[in-house]
């Protein structure tokens, strides 16, 4: 399996664009993750999905940011309008999701965004 | 609140050294999960424990738990400089439905 693929890698934008980060999950796995990764505030989970529908989004910062996964191999994360602090690491995850199988999580490479 | 908080933040030593990085959590757990972080890289799983074991190795690597005082620590022997590296705990509960809970890690130098 060639593990989590997110695309693009990089992205740079201007403050007030639409950004969109796209994920493809390790097949099998019930649950993908997206987390924001920047040095002041850490790793944040900002929203998961279970079997393809938003289980808990109370980590998006607020309503310029949205999340689907319109099917089980395949999730976007939305930022429209960008802002100069959405700049960070967006990682996206996925596991199997059973406890007896431990929740292990299996990182994307992650995409670095920069807003200008 | 966040679940997992580790100690040090940073730590600094010499190639062949032991490093020894702690995480204390606040509620009760099904497992706690050490991850590595090398620079501009997604979190790799490196090793996990139940709430019912209280030690567990896997190579170089050996990790403890103590749910009683709610901590874990994570020990890595003769380091190398290639371990440089973040790590991060992260726990797993029923009630957290599938989510891990990630301390904020520990930044690892090993200087050769």
């Known amino acids: 399996d060639a593990g989590v693929i997110q695309s693009p890698r990089h992205e740079v934008t201007e403050m007030g664009q639409e950004v969109t980060l796209r994920c493809k999950p390790i097949s099998g796995h019930d649950y993908l993750f997206w987390y924001r990764q920047t040095m002041m505030r850490g790793l944040e989970l900002l929203i998961y999905f279970n079997n393809n529908v938003p289980i808990d989004d109370s980590g998006m910062p607020e309503d310029r940011f949205s999340a689907k996964m319109p099917n089980a191999s395949f999730s976007t994360l939305k930022i429209q309008p960008s802002e100069p602090r959405d700049s960070a690491v967006y990682f996206c995850?996925?596991?199997?999701?059973?406890?007896?199988?431990?929740?292990?999580?299996?990182f994307g490479p992650g995409t670095r965004l920069t807003v200008l | 609140s966040q679940q997992g908080e580790e100690d040090p933040q940073a730590l600094s030593i010499q190639e062949g050294e032991n490093a020894t990085m702690n995480c204390s959590y606040k509620t009760s757990i099904n497992n706690l999960q050490w991850y590595r972080q090398n620079s501009g890289r997604g979190l790799v799983h490196l090793i996990l424990?139940?709430?019912?074991?209280r030690e567990k190795h896997s190579g170089r690597l050996r990790v403890t738990l103590d749910t009683s005082k709610k901590s874990s620590s994570l020990l890595i022997t003769a380091s190398r400089a290639a371990d440089t590296a973040s790590y991060f705990c992260?726990?797993?509960?029923?009630?957290?439905?599938?989510?891990?809970?990630f301390g904020q890690g520990t930044e690892l130098s090993v200087k050769p």
């Open positions: 995850a996925s596991s199997l999701g059973r406890l007896d199988s431990t929740d292990t999580q299996y």
């Open positions: 992260a726990t797993a509960a029923y009630n957290q439905g599938g989510k891990l809970i």
């Open positions: 424990i139940r709430s019912n074991e």
